[in-house]
């Protein structure tokens, strides 16, 4: 049973790599900055990941990623400060009222072809947001006092749980529904796809991760803000997808670590950010358009697999 | 036997805005028929196979398939009803690979669930397993398991539209809607593929409706030929009797029907 065999690799090689950073935690060689940094990058991965699905994967262009983070953030810190309630079922709430907030944009506009999705996105989130800045009970402008709670090992178990589910559900008839939809949807639908609910499906998916990613994000800081899910937010996410390279998941993971790497030691020159980030990204259109890894995976330079690859990496 | 077709087209029609794309289009199929539908540039052929598999709702009109109403219905339903198609231009899943392509037509036959996929039950392996089986059973039918892992943009034109044929049937079809599937193949291509033709009907027991300009190929392959013209069915017969139609002849504009040359 290879996939069986492919998937302890898998789970081997992810506590290998949580041991080494938890020695260095431990150990104190990674200070608290550090270890933050990985906690942010952890949480980017994940809302990369997600907006991979929807996007690399099934073609949809939703631009409104940051609006499905809120959700989950306001949720979840509802959950924990308002009702008292535990960390890890403030997660699972956030990402399942992420997923219905999913469901609610998705099915209307996911049936429209074209860039009916962008704009209805989009404007979900800045709807979600203003939401959030007009309700008192979660603090408004101000914001919503969390207490710091998210820790190296919660969001690396969410990380690792939102890589199985996606390279799971991508390496099946299902995603590979998904892929069909995104390569040439009237023909998936004249080979029998339900176009129309694969979308939605990756859609809620993809919304529930960024919703768990969104209670990670807020338990994080102390300290939620509307104005922290704005528009620039839900492009950053897009920043990671497409500069990793549509279609490949190890490339959202890798242009994630490297732009939160980046955007952290620049977190004091905002303008400086911008303009490397800007640089950054025109480079990359200038000299690989397609993104970093294109449409393949890092696997793919380990086998030889490489011409059968459906995007999204190893079978699990 | 006429008692029961298998595809009932009645006075079926459409409208885009002013145009009458395709008017009062009757035609019936008996299972194990192999129809041509044939006609000048615009006449309304692909309208008519748009039609069939719900990309457009008909304005007039109704269809029935195994004596059911299929009109109106979204093609994937149509699809699992019973009719597939391939397209006048070549519509494959151009990044995933051939095989790929064939098993994403097997997917509404296949049973695992995606809550299954996700934990990896065992339903999903055999599920899986299964499909890649099947699969490259196909692939072997149209000579295209020596390029399974190929992506299907790289595959030569003439093994494109085998793929896409190759995927039409592993849908599961009992009508095969084919839409000029030797548009663009040389004459040894073209002959391989009536063969080919001919070899999936009577292997699956198809029934077949295809569309084709080259006429050499409809009327040596199809028992009965439908004619279109201006969207207006103006012929129906035998090969030897649309060879001979003054409409036709008419439509074709002095376009010598049926010359029959080596
Ligand atoms: N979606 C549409 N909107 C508007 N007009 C359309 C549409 N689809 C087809 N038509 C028009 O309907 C007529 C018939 O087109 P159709 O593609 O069915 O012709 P055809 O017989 O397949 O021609 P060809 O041999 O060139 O493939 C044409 O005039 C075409 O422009
Ligand atoms: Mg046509």
């Known amino acids: 049973m290879k996939m069986i065999n492919r998937f302890w690799k898998f789970m081997l090689l992810a506590i290998i790599i949580y041991t080494i950073i938890q020695l260095l935690i431990t150990t104190e060689v990674f200070n608290l900055f550090y270890t933050n940094t990985l906690i942010t990058i952890a949480i980017n991965i994940i809302l990369a990941v997600s907006l991979h699905l929807v996007i690399g994967i099934t073609g949809q262009f939703s631009i409104g990623h940051a609006g499905f983070l809120a959700v989950g953030a306001y949720i979840s810190a509802i959950v924990t400060m308002k009702l008292a309630l535990p960390f890890p079922l403030a997660l699972f709430a956030a990402g399942v009222i992420a997923a219905v907030a999913g469901l609610i944009v998705g099915i209307p506009t996911l049936r429209l072809r074209g860039d009916y999705l962008a704009i209805a996105t989009l404007g979900f989130a800045e709807i979600i947001r203003i939401i959030f800045l007009n309700i008192d009970y979660v603090g408004g402008a101000a914001g919503m006092v969390v207490s710091r709670t998210t820790n190296w090992t919660i969001s690396y178990i969410c990380l690792l749980i939102t890589l199985i589910v996606i390279i799971n559900f991508t390496n099946s008839r299902h995603g590979r529904a998904c892929v069909a939809i995104r390569e040439n949807e009237i023909a998936a639908d004249a080979m029998g796809i339900n176009t129309t609910y694969y979308k939605v499906v990756a859609f809620v998916i993809g919304s529930f991760f960024a919703g768990i990613a969104g209670g990670l994000y807020a338990h994080n800081f102390y300290i939620i803000q509307p104005a922290s899910f704005g528009f620039l937010k839900s492009f950053d996410i897009l920043i990671f997808v497409v500069l990793g390279g549509l279609g490949s998941l190890s490339g959202a993971v890798l242009s994630a670590i490297l732009l939160t790497i980046v955007s952290t030691f620049l977190q004091d020159y905002a303008e400086t950010r911008m303009i490397i980030y800007s640089l950054i990204l025109i480079l990359v259109m200038l000299y690989r358009p397609q993104g970093l890894m294109g449409t393949r995976e890092i696997t793919d330079f380990f086998t030889s697999r490489k011409k059968n690859a459906l995007k999204g990496g190893e079978n699990l | ?262």
Do not use: W
């Open chain 2, 1 to 262: 036997m006429s008692t029961n077709p298998l595809l009932h087209i009645q006075n079926v029609g459409i409208r885009f805005g002013g145009l009458r794309a395709v008017a009062n289009f009757t035609l019936k199929l008996n299972q194990g028929e192999l129809i041509g539908l044939i006609g000048p540039n615009g006449a309304g052929k692909t309208t008519v196979f748009n039609l069939l598999t719900g990309v457009y709702a008909p304005t007039e009109g109704e269809i029935f398939f195994n004596g059911e109403r299929i009109n109106g219905l979204p093609p994937y339903k149509v699809t699992r009803k019973g009719i597939s198609r391939t397209f006048q231009n070549i519509r494959l899943f151009n990044e995933l690979s051939v095989l790929d392509n064939v098993k994403i037509a097997y997917h509404s036959l296949a049973k695992h669930s995606i809550f299954s996929s996700i934990f990896r039950f065992p339903k999903h392996f055999s599920g899986e397993k299964e499909m890649e089986e099947k699969s490259i059973e196909f692939l072997k039918i149209f000579h295209l398991d020596h390029v399974k892992e190929e992506k299907a943009k790289n595959l030569p034109y003439g093994q494109q539209r085998r793929l896409e044929i190759a995927r039409a049937l592993a849908a599961g079809p009992k009508l095969l809607l084919l839409d000029e599937p030797a548009a663009g193949m040389n004459p040894q291509e073209t002959k391989e593929l009536m063969e080919l033709i001919s070899f999936i009907r009577n292997e699956f027991n198809l029934t077949i409706l295809l569309i084709e300009h080259d006429m050499k190929l409809v009327m040596g392959v199809c028992e009965k030929i439908s004619v279109l013209d201006h969207g207006q069915l103006i012929a129906h017969g035998t090969p030897e009797e649309i060879r001979k139609h003054p409409k036709v002849i008419e439509a074709y504009l002095g376009e010598e029907v049926g010359e029959e040359h080596a």
